[in-house]
């Protein structure tokens, strides 16, 4: 199992987390490091704007390409993950 911590936005970390942190979407730019991810590692949220951790999911499946915009705040479609977890 692996920790990895996801930067980003607390309003991405709601979306995820009011869908249950069924999906969770990354740039393209972080292809390399999302497919390294494997079901049973851990995402931490550290939350940009107020300089917090937000919360914890644990990853479900490998990762996946989804172009589905889920995200308000993403500028641009990307990859994805299942998770679970809890915010």
Do not use: C, Q
């Not at 309003?11 to 494997?38: C, H």
């Amino acid at each position: 199992m692996t920790y990895w911590i996801v930067v980003g936005s607390e309003e991405n970390m709601r979306i995820a987390e009011s869908r249950g942190f069924d999906v969770f979407g990354f740039k393209s730019t972080r292809r390399g490091e999302v497919s390294r991810m494997r079901p049973g590692d851990k995402l931490i949220f550290y939350l940009t704007k107020i300089m917090k951790f937000g919360g914890m999911a644990e990853v479900t499946s490998e990762y996946f390409e989804d172009h589905s915009k889920v995200f308000k705040s993403e500028k641009k479609p990307g990859e994805g993950l299942s998770l679970s977890g809890e915010g």
